[in-house]
């Protein structure tokens, strides 16, 4: 029987070419999904970096109405 | 550890591909073509373990609600369907010169389609639903239901008279392959064991911090 080498690349090229796809698409969402976290990690920091203390928000009541 | 994971991966796979075309002798019925088993059986192999772990991981769901258990039938159901459109198209291609036909409609290969089918289902049923609880435990009756094909694509070739060969290394008794090209093959399926558990591992923490930023 002949060896019919072409088959035999086609069949691994084949699976090279779609093994290798899916590991971008994970490889890709992976780094999309963790960039995401990082902004919100970090948009959470400034925003309780920029909240009033509660000893500030405290003094700032005892104030009373401005007049 | 898991780029540990990743470089064994690697490793495993160029070990099977020396394995595969150095190692192991030109097989003298189907000459080279044969080669492709070291890809087609592995392949099929991983997508039985993967339905596999989604059976396990949909029961647990059913019982505990974990979400972890979900989001592991989750993405083992996606690979599994991966790995069998490989085998579907690995199989296709081998069969055109040994079969004369790129397709037929023997039991093998159709209760393989209807698994791949019913996977691709699982996958669409869970994308469809939007309340991710409801779309979570209506995937893992699917995922449950559907396993019970795994078997009947196994035994299809002792049930019914098909083109198929029978199993040659997964069954029961003595093997009638060679030594080499059965180790060639074992090399092959551990390569594959560890690509899966590499995928699902990457695939399940996607889906753990898709969930994080949806919250």
Do not use: C
């Not at chain 1, 699976?15 to 948009?43: C, G, N, P």
């Not at chain 2, 029961?59 to 609600?65: C, G, H, N, Q």
């Not at chain 2, 090399?187 to 898709?210: M, P």
Request: zero cysteines; aromatic letters at 12%.
């Amino acid at each position: 029987m002949p060896d019919n080498w072409g088959f035999v690349i086609a069949a691994y090229g084949l699976a090279a070419i779609v093994l290798i796809a899916y590991w971008r698409f994970l490889f890709r969402r992976e780094k999309e999904l963790d960039d995401a976290k990082d902004v919100r990690h970090q948009l959470r920091q400034e925003s309780s970096a920029s909240e009033p203390r509660p000893a500030q928000s405290a003094q700032t009541t005892q104030r009373g109405p401005i007049p | 550890m898991r780029r540990l994971l990743g470089g064994a991966t690697l490793l495993g796979l160029a070990a099977g591909l020396v394995m595969g075309f150095v190692v192991a002798p030109r097989e003298s019925t189907q000459g080279n073509v044969q080669r492709i088993m070291y890809l087609h059986v592995p392949s099929v192999w991983v997508a039985y373990l993967a339905f596999g772990v989604v059976l396990v991981a949909s029961i647990v769901y059913l019982i505990r609600r974990a979400e972890a258990a979900d989001q592991l039938a989750h993405a083992s159901a996606e690979v599994g369907v991966l790995f069998t459109g490989l085998t579907i198209a690995t199989g296709s291609i081998w069969g055109k010169p040994t079969w004369g036909t790129w397709w037929t409609w023997d039991a093998r290969l159709t209760s393989v389609s209807i698994l791949f089918v019913m996977y691709l289902g699982y996958l669409l049923l869970r994308g469809m639903i939007d309340d991710r609880e409801r779309g979570a435990r209506f995937a893992a009756v699917l995922g449950i239901v559907a396993a019970f094909n795994i078997p009947l694509v196994h035994f299809s070739v002792y049930w019914w008279r098909t083109l198929h060969q029978p199993p040659s290394l997964m069954k029961p008794g003595p093997g009638t392959m060679p030594g080499i090209i059965v180790a060639a093959l074992l090399v092959n399926f551990a390569a594959f064991t560890l690509l899966y558990v590499y995928f699902v591992a990457k695939r399940a923490r996607l889906l753990r911090l898709e969930a994080e930023a949806e919250a």
